[in-house]
Every structure is written in C-alpha cells, then in structure tokens.
C-alpha cells in the first residue's frame, strides 16, 4: 500500500487508457474532441507531441526494444522512414497523443486548483534525458552520437560523498557546438514547456552546464572520466531573453567550482542548502567544528532554498541512525543544542529558522520515517522512487505541529485570521 508497482499500474493504466481511446475515437463527445484539438495545437505541445507519439508508437511495434535495434532507416530518423511509419502506425500515434492529453487535461485542473490556492509547484528537470527517448532520437545531432547511433561518451559524476566509484548516470552528452550554433532552440523549448507545468523548476546537476563528467562509453564505473566545459553563461542568457526571466533553483550541490557560483549569481539563482551535509569537524581530538562548512546555518544566505535531506539522501531519521557518523552526529548535538532523540524533528527546525527564503522538508521526514521510506539510491538502477505517501498519514496534530513552526518562523504566506501580526511602537518624537 506503501509502495508503488509500476508494473501492475502501467499494464492496469494501459487497458483504461485503450478502452478511453476507443470511446474517443468512435463517439467521443465535441465537447472533449474540441478541448483535444486546442491541445494538440498548444504552442508548448506542438514542438515534441509528434515526435513523442511516433517514438512510443514505434517501440510498441518493435515490442519495447529501444530504437538503436530498429531499421536502419527509421533508426537514423529518415524522412522518407518516418513518413511510411506515420502512416502506417497512425492509430497507435493518435492513441498515444490522447494519453498525453489526459494527462494535460488533469495536470492543468491540478495546477489551476494550486494557484487558486496559491501554492506555486516547483518542478524537477534534470539536466540530460535518457538515451532511448524521443528526444535523442529525433535529434541525435544534437547529442554526442556515432554513426551506429550510440553513445561515444555518457555522462557521470565523479566518486563523491554519495559514491566511491562515482555514478555511471549512462545519459548521452549533448553536443553543445552545435546546440549553441542553434541559438540553444531545443533548451528553450524544453524550459519553456516545462514552465507551462509548473511555477519554477530545479535544474538538477547545475554545475554540469558549466563543466561536465565525460565518461568513455562502455567504461563499468564513471571513475575513468574527465572535465569537459560547457555552455556556462551563454546558455542563461538566452535562456534568459526568450524566456522573460529564469525562475529556477540551481541544485549546486558536488564538486563546486569559482565558474558556478559566479554564474549562479550573475543570474541571482537560488542555490541549495542540505542539512545533512552540515556536520563536518575539523578534528576529533580535541573536536573542532568546521566552521566554513556552506551548509551550516550561520553561512546560509537569503536567496537559497534549505532541505533537511533531498530525495538523494536517506531520510533524517534513516540518516541519524544508519548513515550519519560518530563525528557527525556530535557535531549537530554541539551546534542545535540537542539529544538527537528527534532529529527529525531538529533539522526541520534548523531549516526553517535558516535565512534561506524557501525551506523544503521531505513528507517522510515530517511524518519520521526509517531508512525504508528512502526515495532514492544514488547510482542504483532498481528500487527507486516506490515509496509514496498514503491517506491518514497526515493526520491534524501533525499539520498543527508544523503550522506552529511555520508561525514560529514567520514562514507562513497565508497566516490565519487569529494570528495577529506585532506592529512596532511609533516613535516617541
């Protein structure tokens, strides 16, 4: 009940969605077909809706293989290929752009129903997408491709605080020359479709625009990469003038280098804060606290947003007790003058008394989950992203307990009625 089985779901899913299409395709009401033609020909949508319907078109009639196996004509994305495969599939294509526009027609009433409530919804985007993905394959000269259509160099991160052999991500690499000669087009589209989903977006791995892991492709660990430069500021300020600003979070998290946080500050994006990071020493004997540590509380700045733990991360309680070291755990007992007996509880204290604007706390971590309650493993390929929150999880002492931090904090929008705001004392002169 806690977990989701994708395979149940996407195979249950599928059998509506099929018996929906049909009802569509044969009697569909005009109300519904009138709101299905201003979808598909939403400027946000028409740019991949064609491409993406024909991708899933076609690995469902090659059985799911990705589209490397395929013909070599439809493989390397021929006109002539592409033509035959629109209209021989034209049905599965039409289906799979009626799935999309459920999905939209849901998103949106979602989305709406936010911004009545003035909650803004912060995206994810990461920074590269997946080798078998409509992306790559109906633009493979934009990414760092042979003339097989594979890879010559994936990306990665180096080992690092989350893994010693660092993280074979096996994402193509773009290629930047000629994205850049492009004006950056498809990066304006992919933000600018983005954005039409949500208020702000967090741009995963920030630091890799700038400078960016290249590993040789076939290598077992990302250990043998190197540094390769990226577009740096040039991508954000295009971004930047065709977008009409650039409401992003820079996860600048890793290996940070000078040329990052002198872009991430020129476009004055919001960097992040871990909480769980904090709690470096010196030395142990006698036991010195770092005091430079970036994400300890006294070195936060204003426009930064604060997490107790990111979905990277165990959760607080699974970190406390499996992950945290001996150091580590004295350190945040020293410097939050705590038992620890709820560091849960601590770090969300910390992060909401932080001057960072936003503060963003885990579910999992408000509701004191173990290790189990993990969303996501670093460098693991199976078990992600299946734990999900259920009803009567979030109970009213619960929400109390976090509405009186939020006034405590002055971390509340939208204050209720009885809360009554101090005014100062006029001047006596």
Known sequence: RGRVDYGWVIQWKRELFTRAFARFHSNGPVAIREAYEHFVSRPDVVKWLDDFALFMACKD?????PWNTWEPELRAFRKSAIAKARKELAENVEYHR???FLFFRQWDALHAECRRRRIEIIGDAPIYVAYDSADVWAHQKLFLLD???????????????????????GNPLYNWRLME?????????????TLALVDIVRLDHFRGFMGYWSVPFGQPTAEHGEWVRGPGAKLFEVLREQLGGLPIIAEDLGEITTDVVEVR?????PGMRVMQFAWSVISTDPFVVDPGNPFLLHNHDAN???YTGTHDNDTSIGWWRHSSKPEERTCMQLYLATDGNAANWDLIRASF????????????????LDSDARMNFPGRAEGNWTWRLVEGQLDEGLARRIWCMLLLYERCANPPDYVKQVKPKEPPY
């Open 61 to 65: 009639a090659h059985g799911g293989q």
């Open 181 to 193: 000669k492009q004006g950056f087009e498809w990066w304006v589209d992919r933000m600018r479709s």
């Open 265 to 269: 500050k020129r476009f004055g994006l």
């Open 147 to 169: 003339d097989q259509g594979l890879p010559t160099h994936v990306a990665g991160v180096p080992p690092d605080y989350f893994s010693a052999t660092g993280q074979l991500w």
């Open 304 to 306: 930064s947003v604060v």
């Open 353 to 368: 008394m932080s001057v960072a604007n936003t503060a963003i706390v885990p579910a999992q971590d408000f509701l004191g």
């Open 98 to 100: 009626f799935c999309q």
